[in-house]
C-alpha cells in the first residue's frame, strides 16, 4: 500500500504526460518545481518563489503544491494569463473548491480559460500506484488569444 502524505504536496508530473502537452504548447517555463522535478530550461524552484515572478512572456507549464497554497498558484496563472501568458495548470480535480468556482469556472464561463478532466488517474513521479484524486488541466489563455497553438 502506498501512503500518500500530506507534509510533501507535490506530486512530480509524468514525464510521457508532460511529453504530450508539451508537444502541444512548446513550453518555455516551469514556475513551481524542484531541481529534480524541473521540466523547463527555465524554471523556478520554493527558494525563486515563483508567486513573486513576472511570467507575462512565457508558455507556462505548471503543476504547482496540491496544498492550501494552490488556490494562490491558480490565482497567479489566471493574473498572468491576464498579462499575457499561457499557462497550463495539471491540477487535482477538486470541483467543490472555492478556488475552482473563483478561478477556473468563472473564466470559463467567459471564455478565459479551458477545462480538460483527465480520464482514469495519474501515476505521479515513481509511484506504484495511482493517484487517490482525479486530475484536470486547465489552460488559462492570454488576451486576444483564440486558439492553442
Known sequence: MVHFSSEDQTWETPQDFFNKLNNEFNFTLDPCCSLKT???KKFYTEEHNGLNKDWSDEIVFMNPPY????????KKAKQES???AIVVCL???RTDTIYWHEHI????KKGNCEVRFLKGRLKF???KNSAPFPSAVI???NQGFVNVP
Open 125 to 127: 513521479g515513481n509511484a
Open 67 to 74: 496544498g492550501r497554497q494552490i488556490k494562490h498558484w491558480i
Open 91 to 93: 491540477i487535482p480535480s
Open 38 to 40: 524541473a521540466k523547463c
Open 82 to 84: 491576464k498579462k499575457g
Open 139 to 141: 489552460v488559462y489563455k
Open 105 to 108: 469556472f468563472a473564466e470559463e
